[in-house]
Nanobody
Framework: QVRLVESGGGLVQAGGSLRLSCAAS????????MAWYRQAPGKQRELVAF???????NYADSVKGRFTISRDNNKNTAYLQMNSLKPEDTAVYYC??????WGQGTQVTVSS
């Protein structure tokens, strides 16, 4: 198993925005569905969004209308655009390729 590299986390106020990035190798990126998960303190890791090979997307109900997942095939990078952030979005966000490859996570903290 290899690690993907997430970036873009940080501290924002409620209502603010962040864009997370996930860089992967070309072979992994092109062959796998990309997904974002998050894990808040005291909670299990949960699926936030995924984008398939044919750019079909799905979102958790809690983020629909606020988050957008995308992928740039030229850069072998997946993104998670997060708008209208809420304190409840505070978590470590992880990138996943297929079901086998994971990044190290990036912290997102939303203050009220």
């Amino acid at each position: 198993q290899v690690r993907l590299v997430e970036s873009g986390g940080g501290l924002v106020q409620a209502g603010g925005s962040l864009r997370l990035s996930c860089a992967a190798s070309g072979s992994i990126f092109s062959a796998n569905t990309m997904a974002w998960y998050r894990q808040a303190p005291g909670k299990q890791r949960e699926l936030v969004a995924f984008i398939g090979l044919r750019t079909i997307t799905n979102y958790a109900d809690s983020v629909k209308g606020r988050f957008t997942i995308s992928r740039d095939n030229n850069k072998n990078t997946a993104y998670l655009q997060m708008n209208s952030l809420k304190p409840e979005d505070t978590a470590v966000y992880y990138c996943c390729a297929g079901g086998d490859y994971w990044g190290q996570g990036t912290q997102v903290t939303v203050s009220s």
